[in-house]
């Protein structure tokens, strides 16, 4: 019966384990560069086929080209950005997605990433942020989100 339940507990570890990749993007200076364009075939979200994107939030202070703490999300005209899934992280980041135009929080985490980020009239932006003093160092997390 004990050899039973560490087997369960093996089990359950491990499918924990592979739902949080310890394999995020890599931080370089090109990461933004990367993870501008649309990624592979369109997707499916909400039964709508878009477009497929990542974004990635590094606290690596050597990457200075670009900011690694900071990242956005434009959402065009009529679009929605949705389907939202965490698909890496590494150490311990402390982030957030927010409308700099507002200041309105529509992230934070440790919280369930259900989230729906529309487009508007004009198209909208949205800023990622990593809290570099709450993330442990060498931190990041790899988002992704279809766009339909």
Partial sequence: MKNALYFILAVLFLQVAGITSTHAQACRPNTRVVEKDPIGPKRNCMGVPGLYFKRSLCNVPPFRTYDPLKNEIMVPRGKTAGCFTIVATTGVPVWKIYD???????????TPMVLSLPGGGAGKLFKMEMDPAASTPGSSVTIAYIEY
């Fill in 100 to 110: 700099p135009a507002t200041g309105a929080l529509m992230y934070a985490s440790g």
